[in-house]
C-alpha cells in the first residue's frame, strides 16, 4: 500500500498499491472495490498518491502518469496535457500537494512540476529558480509549513522554498540531517518538522 486517502463526507477509505490501483473500503459494508483502469486484460496502475480535487474528484498520482478520479462514477481520466495543450513530463509520480495557493505540485523519480488549478485546466507555474529541481531531483514528499514555505524531500537532501523571497535553500547530512536520503516531512504545533530519512528520525526547526 502506497496511498491512503479518508474521504470525510462519504466516509470511504481510498488506498493505492503498486501494481494494485484504486481501492475503496467501505467500512459499513465491509467491502473492498478495485477501480479498473483501462480495458480488463491492462496491467494495473501503480497509485503512490491521492488526494483531493475539486467537484467530487481525487487526484491520483502513478508511475505512469497523473490521472483524475470521478468518486461518483468510479472513472479515471488521463492528465495528459496542461491547459496551453504542452504535454506534461513523465515524472513517475510519488506525490502530490495542493497548496494554499490552489497549486498542485506534482513530484516523482524524474523532477517536480507545478501547476496552478484553473477552470479550463492545469497552468504551469515555473520559477527560473526551481529548474535545477524541476529536472533532476528525484522527488520523495512535498509539504507546505504554516510559514508558506514548500519543503521538498528527495534523494539529495531536503529543500526549502520561500517564494516572497524567491529563494531556494538545500540542507544535507553536512547541515545535520541523518541521510541525504528523505522519504517525509511533517510540521508539529511548534513549527518544528520531523523528518524521515534513511538514518532514522530527525527533528529540525526552522
Known amino acids: 500500500i502506497k496511498a491512503i486517502h479518508i474521504d470525510s463526507e462519504s466516509g470511504l477509505i481510498y488506498f493505492g498499491a503498486h501494481a494494485?490501483?484504486?481501492n475503496i473500503l467501505d467500512k459499513t459494508k465491509g467491502s473492498i472495490t478495485n477501480c479498473s483502469y483501462g480495458k480488463p486484460d491492462e496491467a494495473p496502475?501503480?497509485?503512490?498518491?491521492?488526494?483531493?480535487?475539486?467537484?467530487g474528484h481525487l487526484w491520483i498520482g502513478t508511475l505512469t502518469g497523473l490521472k483524475?478520479?470521478?468518486?461518483?462514477?468510479?472513472?479515471?481520466e488521463d492528465i495528459n496535457?496542461?491547459?496551453n495543450g504542452d504535454p506534461l513530463r513523465s515524472l513517475r509520480i510519488k506525490y502530490l500537494l495542493k497548496d494554499s495557493r490552489n497549486r498542485l505540485w506534482i513530484g516523482g523519480e524524474k523532477g517536480l512540476e507545478c501547476m496552478s488549478i484553473t477552470d479550463t485546466g492545469?497552468?504551469?507555474?515555473?520559477p527560473s529558480i526551481l529548474s535545477n529541481v524541476r529536472s533532476s531531483?528525484?522527488?520523495n514528499c512535498i509539504y507546505e509549513s504554516?510559514?508558506?514555505?514548500?519543503?521538498?524531500?528527495?534523494?539529495?537532501?531536503?529543500l526549502s522554498y520561500d517564494e516572497m523571497e524567491n529563494q531556494l535553500t538545500r540542507y544535507t547530512s553536512a547541515n545535520g540531517l541523518p541521510s541525504n536520503m528523505i522519504h517525509g516531512i511533517e510540521?508539529?504545533?511548534?513549527?518544528?518538522?520531523?523528518?524521515?530519512?534513511?538514518?532514522?528520525?530527525?527533528?529540525?526547526?526552522?
Do not use: H
Not at 492545469?122 to 515555473?126: A, H, R, W
Not at 518544528?192 to 532514522?200: C, K, P, Q, V
Open 146 to 158: 504554516s510559514t508558506k514555505l514548500i519543503w521538498i524531500a528527495t534523494s539529495n537532501g531536503m
Open 137 to 139: 531531483a528525484f522527488v
Open 81 to 83: 496535457r496542461d491547459c
Open 20 to 22: 494494485g490501483g484504486v
Open 68 to 76: 483524475k478520479f470521478d468518486k461518483r462514477t468510479r472513472t479515471f
Open 45 to 55: 496502475l501503480d497509485v503512490y498518491t491521492i488526494i483531493p480535487a475539486e467537484k
Open 187 to 206: 510540521e508539529d504545533s511548534y513549527g518544528r518538522l520531523w523528518i524521515r530519512t534513511d538514518n532514522g528520525l530527525c527533528c529540525f526547526n526552522p
Open 122 to 126: 492545469l497552468l504551469p507555474y515555473q
